[in-house]
């Protein structure tokens, strides 16, 4: 995947200096999504709809792809699972690491972009996972489900869950519904400067960052192609956190459209299993 990574470097770079942020940030208390206190004293960070799409993981190796600082890779580990989480940012894999000694709780933590993680870490797993951001930060997503494919063992699962691309085309600044961005995958990556950022208000990015857009037929026809049975595919109207400006307090948690507007899907959840004989046992070449 060198090719890969050596076209979007620019904007990988500048996306780990975000994240690099943002998990200091996160890690420091900043945001009320990341109660490192509740979870220091034992609590779970995983919420329904992933526990759901998950399954049980209790004696099961479990990859966590794109896992931040490590809070839900470790509630994974406290659930029973033998885990392993991969990002790309340092500052986040080794606050992880903190994180896992601070609690007394085993995980791997590996740094590496995912693109190039079948170079830098041994399969298969039992259950490959990836939750909430996930996506919107990755170029390719073709590659990203061979990636996860060649981790997952034949009969094993893929469990996804993460933002709606429909989400992704609201303006995140307009205190109404307003179209601004792209819906369909674009040649170019969108970038957006620094500001404000999902962790609540005192968290903001620092650094331009840079996102990419992918159809939610574009990610089920990658997760099918690399060679995984769709189980199941939700859309849910509640969302885990204020997304937009306009949503309001869902009555069973979370947030949604508010009343007056028609409800739309802020999250879907992927299931796949891995079909024993198909898909591939490397990702494919360069073009």
């Known amino acids: 995947m060198a090719d890969l990574t050596a076209r979007w470097a620019r904007e990988f770079e500048a996306n780990r200096k975000v994240w690099d942020d943002l998990a200091r940030q996160h ?28 399954g049980p993981v209790e004696g099961r190796s479990l990859l966590h792809l794109h896992c931040h600082f490590g809070l839900d890779t470790l509630s994974w580990v406290r659930l029973g699972a033998v885990v392993t989480g991969v990002d790309f940012a340092p500052t986040a894999i080794a606050l992880a690491r903190d994180l896992a000694h601070a609690t007394g709780l085993a995980a791997t933590f590996v740094c590496a972009n995912v693109y190039e993680l079948p170079g830098r870490l041994t399969g ?19 590659r990203w489900a061979e990636i996860a494919a060649h981790f997952t063992r034949p009969g094993g699962r893929l469990a996804l869950v993460d933002y709606h691309p429909l989400v992704g085309t609201f303006d995140v ?57 769709i189980d199941a595919l939700q859309e849910r109207p509640v969302c885990n956190y204020q997304a937009m400006p306009w949503f309001a307090p869902a009555a069973e948690g979370g947030w949604r459209a508010p009343t007056g507007l028609p409800d739309l899907p802020p ?21």
């Open 27 to 54: 890690a420091r208390g900043y945001s009320p999504l990341y109660d490192v206190p509740a979870f220091k004293a034992g609590g779970l960070t995983l919420d329904l709809l992933v526990r759901a799409a998950v």
């Open 267 to 287: 999250v879907f959840a992927l299931r796949a299993t891995r079909e024993p004989g198909t898909g591939p046992s490397e990702p494919r070449p360069e073009p």
């Open 124 to 142: 298969p797993f039992d259950v490959v996972f990836a939750s909430y951001g996930v996506l919107a930060w990755i170029p390719d997503v073709g």
């Open 173 to 229: 600044q307009a205190a109404e519904p307003r179209l601004r961005h792209p819906y369909f995958a674009q040649s170019t990556a969108l970038r957006f400067e620094p500001g404000p950022s999902y962790g609540g208000p005192a968290v903001r990015t620092t650094s331009a960052g840079y996102e990419w857009t992918h159809s939610l037929g574009d990610v089920v026809t990658a997760v099918a192609a690399a060679g995984f049975r």
